[in-house]
């Protein structure tokens, strides 16, 4: 007799339920860009969507109380030229957002406690480096300020948001960058390419470790590093159709695990929940959403089961652990972006019937504090993030996470020949913060006065640069201001001419006139001589008569 054994299993009977429609968000205008991203952020404070809107790019961001139908007027962030490609809660203070666009430059964004009253124009900081469109934007897991961001000019950029800086340019791929995640402890760097090649990088000197084919087909792969060091991909094969795969970073060439799902032809996002070691799958235009649990035993990637809905998913995001309701064993939460403009909103609950805390189900999650800062890591030194238990620093209220650090700005130190060169002297260049109360950021600058005293912190080199930068300024006002004369006088040339041409032209014209007018009066006097005659004639006859 043979008996099977049911792998054992907390999450065996994990099930989703959306919520009802009135506690959903409506009548969103989504983003129709044709670009392979989410659309959609969200963290315990706020939800951002990407939206259409004319005149350039926006998102909309909504405090989680504020559901229902939304207003058309509702105000946006907007500052962008071009359309929004993709947008990044920071990790480290729930209240900042980064965004890259098709106009080229990466904007970090403040938002006020409550949401926003109106329109948001005005970023904390522009970080511009990128020659085509940036698709890709990237928090840093445990560093305070750091980002990474990728454009279609195939170029990867870490930046200090703190200083507008660049910490490591990356320009070693051929081709554009679909994805690019971070390790754990952010020691590591894994980025997948249109080449069909993922690659491990050190994310300090840009130097690459190891390389090998992802997935063998030419659509949009991804690769994310799971909390162990494992590597989970998504892509397609040779027909087409949707794989996945697990991998181990000394031997990407040889996947643990690949297998086949179906043959749609959506982008497959991978959505990880590294407490629960939980990987959710959710394509493009699909109305599923698939679910695995990663273990050490073979086959390494289980199926759990799949999540159905009626309507195509648009786009989706994924609520951070500290934002799940405890007290109904809610391990995920979901942001589905409808076609029909539907924000709607899906748990994931594991069923139990004590109401107590169930640590097995929720271990130490990710806390909104960075470990280390953007100088200490650029300089070598690495951290794990912070975690804390759910059970000690929990509040429910309307049944989810409040944070519990107070309000926190951004505001950034910007040096004179990184951003913003031609304004040295000006209170702009010259505010100062960090970003967050946990000691993040840089240096504050002092504001100078009058324009004359040197800021603080900029060194002789700095003083040279900005002033063969205003050389060059002038040199090419200089050039502009003669190439505008000359096309000023080219211009009035053109007028003299066709005004003595017009002259010309009347002066010929009313001779002309002078002329018909002579003839005519002497076809006049002519006419009436010939009157004359013919009446003297008729005279004389009339005597003879």
Same mark, same amino acid.
């Given at each position: ?19 009802k429609r009135e506690q959903c968000y409506d009548n969103i205008r989504v983003s129709k860009s044709s670009w392979d991203s989410t659309f ?104 305070? &300020? ?90 397609? &094969? ?66 759990? &089961? ?151 912190g900029i060194t002789e080199k700095d003083l040279r640069d900005i002033t063969d930068e205003i050389r060059k300024l002038k040199a090419i ?44 009066? &002497? ?23």
């Amino acid at each position: 007799m043979s008996f099977r054994v049911v792998r054992s299993s907390k999450f065996r009977h994990v099930y989703g339920q959306a919520l009802k429609r009135e506690q959903c968000y409506d009548n969103i205008r989504v983003s129709k860009s044709s670009w392979d991203s989410t659309f959609c952020a969200v963290n315990p404070k706020f939800l951002a969507i990407i939206v259409e809107s004319a005149g350039g790019g926006a998102f909309i961001v909504l405090p989680h109380s504020k559901v229902g139908r939304i207003a058309a007027d509702h105000p946006l962030v907007g500052g962008h030229k071009g359309p929004v490609l993709d947008i990044a809660w920071c990790p480290h203070n729930d209240n900042v957002i980064a965004s890259g666009s098709e106009d080229c430059v990466v904007k970090v964004w403040q938002i006020p406690d409550g949401g926003l009253s109106r329109t948001l124009t005005e970023p904390v900081v522009d970080l511009v480096f990128h020659q085509r469109r940036v698709g890709l934007v990237v928090w840093h897991p445990s560093a305070l &300020n750091v980002l990474l961001t990728a454009g279609s000019d195939n170029q990867v950029v870490i930046w200090n948001v703190g200083t507008g800086e660049i910490l490591v340019h990356i320009d070693s791929h051929p081709d554009i960058v679909y994805s690019a995640c971070f390790n754990w402890d952010g020691s590591k760097l894994v980025t997948t390419c249109k080449d069909k090649k993922i690659r491990i990088y050190d994310p300090r000197t840009g130097e690459v470790e190891s390389e090998a084919v992802c997935h063998e087909g030419s659509k949009a792969t991804r690769a994310i590093f799971l909390r162990h060091g494992l590597i989970f991909t998504t892509g397609f &094969n040779r027909s087409s159709e949707r794989q996945y795969s697990l991998r181990a970073p000394d031997a990407l060439s040889d996947p643990i695990v690949m297998v086949e799902l179906d043959t749609s032809n959506g982008v497959m996002f991978p959505l990880y929940d590294p407490d629960t070691n939980l990987i959710y799958l959710c394509g493009k235009g699909d109305s599923v959403i698939r679910y695995f649990e990663v273990t050490p035993e073979p086959p390494f990637v289980h199926y759990i &089961n799949t999540f159905q809905t009626p309507d195509p998913q648009r786009g989706i995001g994924m609520m951070p652990k500290r934002g799940c309701d405890v007290t109904t064993c809610e391990i995920a939460k979901f942001y589905r972006l409808n076609n029909n403009g539907l924000c709607q909103v899906i748990s994931m609950t594991v069923p139990r019937k004590s109401d107590l805390f169930q640590e097995d189900l929720y271990p130490d999650t990710l806390a909104e504090d960075a470990a280390i800062t953007a100088e200490k890591w650029i300089m070598g030194e690495d951290a794990d993030p912070i975690t804390f238990s759910l059970k000690d620093r929990v509040s429910i209220v309307q049944g989810g996470y409040v944070s519990q650090s107070a309000n926190k700005s951004l505001s950034v130190s910007k040096k004179a020949n990184i951003l913003n060169k031609a304004a040295v002297g000006t209170s702009k260049s010259a505010s100062s913060a960090t970003l967050g109360s946990s000691g993040g950021g840089s240096s504050a600058a002092n504001n100078s006065s009058g324009g004359s005293a040197p800021v603080s912190g900029i060194t002789e080199k700095d003083l040279r640069d900005i002033t063969d930068e205003i050389r060059k300024l002038k040199a090419i006002i200089v050039k502009h201001e003669n190439r505008i004369r000359a096309l000023e006088a080219t211009i009035r040339e053109q007028e003299d001419n066709t005004d003595s041409v017009a002259a010309k032209s009347n002066n010929t014209s009313s001779s002309n006139d002078t002329k018909a007018n002579a003839a005519e009066s &002497n076809s006049t006097k002519e006419d009436a001589n010939g009157s004359a005659g013919t009446t003297t004639a008729a005279g004389t006859a009339s005597d003879d008569v």
